[in-house]
């Protein structure tokens, strides 16, 4: 599972509130991903990271923003949460190199905005 | 904008049969292939990477085709059994480093018993 925690698991929150969800990994890989996933859609990239407070946007990244402050943690924030952020979000770490880099993700959040 | 497509959207198959999934991807300028399970309420468990220089992968039952020519990958699984049960979805990645994925909708797969 390469080292990849997620939390919380589950999350109830309601419009309006904000909300930070954390990546943990513990193997010091330096690039870190966040997906949603939602029916209909399927996974698609939020933000990414390639190292220490360095980020960039992905596919959806409207209404998110992330940070790194550490190798190992990788937050993503939902500044103030709305219904259509109701989803599962994953994390991703990039491992190997020379064409063989292969991503592995992390549990999931369930994230419901009410 | 790269997309992928993943044909048939869900398959309902006898226990011992073997079957292909099918993916396809608009640009071909791919850097590597991945084809990944999940099970429901769970996370994605990687299967098989193909890099863009080769034409398959193999792990014990599975095997992966890619032709990037025409855009397209194979999923092969070998004497289904119901523990295969699960959607199983492709992903290709443009670039190396820190590009990230792009993903099909998925393969939902049910082995019957």
Known sequence: ???????????????????????????????MYWYRQDPGHG?????????V????KGEVSDGYSVSRSKTEDFLLTL????????????????????GRDTQYFGPGTRLTVL | KQEVTQIPAALSVPEGENLVLNCSFTDSAIYNLQWFRQDPGKGLTSLLLIQSSQREQTSGRLNASLDK??????????????????????AVRVGGGADGLTFGKGTHLIIQP
Request: proline letters at 3%.
């Open chain 1, 1 to 31: 599972d390469a080292g990849i925690t997620q939390s919380p698991r589950h999350k109830v929150t309601e419009t309006g509130t904000p909300v930070t969800l954390r990546c943990h990994q513990t193997e010091n890989h330096r690039y």
């Open chain 1, 79 to 98: 500044e103030s949460a709305t219904s259509s952020q109701t989803s599962v979000y994953f994390c991703a770490i990039s491992a190997g190199q020379g």
């Open chain 1, 43 to 51: 996974l698609r990239l939020i933000h990414y990271s390639y190292g």
């Open chain 1, 53 to 56: 407070k360095d980020t960039d």
């Open chain 2, 69 to 90: 020519s025409s855009g397209r990958s194979t999923l092969y699984i070998a004497a289904s059994q119901p523990g295969d049960s699960a959607t199983y979805l492709c």
